[in-house]
């Protein structure tokens, strides 16, 4: 019998907590594996995307937004994080104000992954000296993270509300549902885990990546700033095992994943402490903040981990 992640842990509950707590324990990895989580991703993506703005923008502020394309994304992280919260409120306004943010912000992002490859390679030496350019040129890979918030804004568009969960109508549709069904209606009945694996590796690639040219500015001062580094390539590894794998990807992908998001949110500590323990500390805590460690970056890292966790707790794709 195939091991399921979310009926092992439906099981535990059911035998391990008092009933008020198993009850809303089972019924929030229902609604996970049926894809009726719309409001609760929503609230995610508003959140996120707060976040990712504010350390565009000071990223941007110490480049004295040199290029009015600069303001975009700080623009667009606001546009989203409103578009979230009306998601939160309004079935429709998760379904096209939500997603069409989420599709601008998207490319938004690779437009400024292209700005930041020109900038490395418009430094001296250009793309002779990748080494030096790329640690000391613009973050190569953070407009790609930008994305993060907005990659989640689109797939809550396609996701159902969490009232729909038991709904007659919908458990009629599941009845005559099509044999092979398109990846939209994937998304809306939670049958996404290979795709959201895959998103997993790469964007794991790209934040571990990150994490190594910036720790590597400081030359590894601290120990703890080579776990991002290491967890990596092992959560690389364990996400392509779980897309060909259910196994794998109901074992050992939310195993990696929460160290990975608990690595995060250590590594937000101590940005948080660095920026606290520079000259001045919190009484100059724009300036320490601005010049100090990137205080959000660790989060990047975390939300990793939060695509791994939410990968292994849905449905595989019939294909």
Known sequence: ??????????????????APLSEAATSILKHLREGCF???????????????????????????????????????????????????????????????????????????????VRGVAR??????????????????????????????GLMASYLRREEDLGRFTERLGNLIAPENPGWRDDLRHGRFQKHLSALTVLWAFFSGFEALYSHYKTNFRYKAQWTPVLLTPILMAVGVGAIKSRRIANTALPAVSALALADGALGFYYHARGIARRPGGMKKPLYNTLYGPPIFAPLLFAACGFLGLMASLLRREKR
């Not at 099981?11 to 907590?17: H, I, K, P, Q, V």
């Not at 504010?54 to 394309?69: A, F, P, R």
């Not at 938004?108 to 700005?115: K, L, M, T």
């Not at 030496?125 to 890979?141: D, E, H, K, Q, R």
């Open 1 to 18: 019998m195939t091991f399921v992640l979310t009926t092992e842990l439906e099981r535990g509950a059911n035998r391990n907590l008092p």
């Open 38 to 116: 719309q409001r609760s991703l929503c609230l995610i993506v508003s959140v996120t995307s707060v976040a990712s703005g504010l350390e565009v923008g000071y990223e941007h502020y110490k480049g004295s937004y040199s290029n009015l394309v600069m303001y975009t994304p700080v623009i667009l992280s606001g546009a989203l994080a409103g578009a979230g919260l009306l998601g939160v409120f309004s079935e429709v306004a998760a379904r096209t104000v939500l997603r069409w943010v989420s599709v601008v912000t998207l490319a938004d992002g690779i437009v400024g992954f292209w700005f930041h």
């Open 123 to 152: 430094k001296p030496g250009g793309w002779s000296l990748p080494t030096t350019n790329i640690v000391m040129g613009p973050p190569i890979f953070a407009p790609l993270l930008f994305g993060t918030s907005a990659y989640l």
